[in-house]
């Protein structure tokens, strides 16, 4: 769990043979907000990747994905991402349109994966 009082959660936890990922957020690792929408996708992905990692979990392993946007014209951009990371049969997903995220990202991503 973190000490860190602006992001009090874990990055992944496991439970009942799954593992659930905390939102990830389209910034670098120093914290900045990843600006394009393929760029901002990719970005978001990673960190989701970095907290799956954490418990030993693999991008292979996700079986639900919810994608949060501030703007719906990025599902095109997430179609397509999807589709360059998984093979049939793809994990199932939701995309969601928000009005705001923290920071100031247009996209957060959480994940459910099998546990290792």
């Not at 900045?32 to 907290?51: I, K, N, Q, S």
């Not at 179609?79 to 923290?102: C, H, I, K, M, S």
Request: glycine share 6%; aromatic share 6%; proline share 7%.
């Amino acid at each position: 769990m973190s000490t860190d009082p602006h992001h009090p959660y874990s990055p992944a936890v496991v439970a009942c043979g799954l593992v659930f990922v905390s939102g990830s957020l389209s910034l670098r690792e120093d914290g900045t907000v990843v600006g394009g929408e393929r760029a901002a996708l990719d970005a978001a992905m990673d960190t989701a990747r970095r907290r799956m990692a954490t418990v030993g979990a693999r991008l292979e392993d996700v079986v639900k994905l919810t994608y949060f946007v501030t703007d719906m014209r990025l599902r095109d951009a997430a179609n397509q991402q999807f589709l360059d990371l998984w093979p049939e049969p793809r994990p199932a997903r939701t995309v969601v349109g928000v009005r705001d995220l923290p920071y100031g990202s247009v996209v957060e991503i959480d994940a459910v994966v099998k546990a290792p």
